[in-house]
């Protein structure tokens, strides 16, 4: 490989590294519920990771991007994580691309056994 391309690669790895995310705070137009051409909402592609914070109370839901997280639920807020693209303006749990691989897995088993 020549020395050009290998250069181009590494110019290129922080940005296949990065996550689109949308980036709101609660009461802002657009975040809850989400919309993602609310006024309130942006996007940011600094990190590796989008993070959606439900409080469960009157102070809403947080959408935004984080370097690391970590899922988790209490009584009184859960954390949502999730590493594509703009995955976390999602109402569900399980976002499409999971749906996807998971019907084209079971299609896949599903053929094989025939």
Do not use: W
């Amino acid at each position: 490989m020549n020395s050009l391309a290998i250069v181009s690669l590494l110019a290129l790895l922080p940005v296949c590294l990065t996550t689109n995310c949308y980036v709101c705070n609660p009461g802002s137009s657009g975040c809850d519920p989400f919309s993602s051409g609310g006024a309130g909402v942006s996007t940011t592609s600094l990190y590796t990771n989008c993070y959606k914070v439900t409080t469960g109370s009157a102070s809403g839901t947080y959408r935004g991007g984080s370097s690391a997280c970590s899922a988790s639920s209490g009584s009184s807020a859960s954390l949502f994580c999730c590493s594509t693209d703009y995955c976390n303006g999602a109402t569900g749990k399980y976002q499409p691309s999971f749906l996807l691989g998971l019907a084209l897995a079971a299609l896949f088993f599903e053929h094989r056994r025939l």
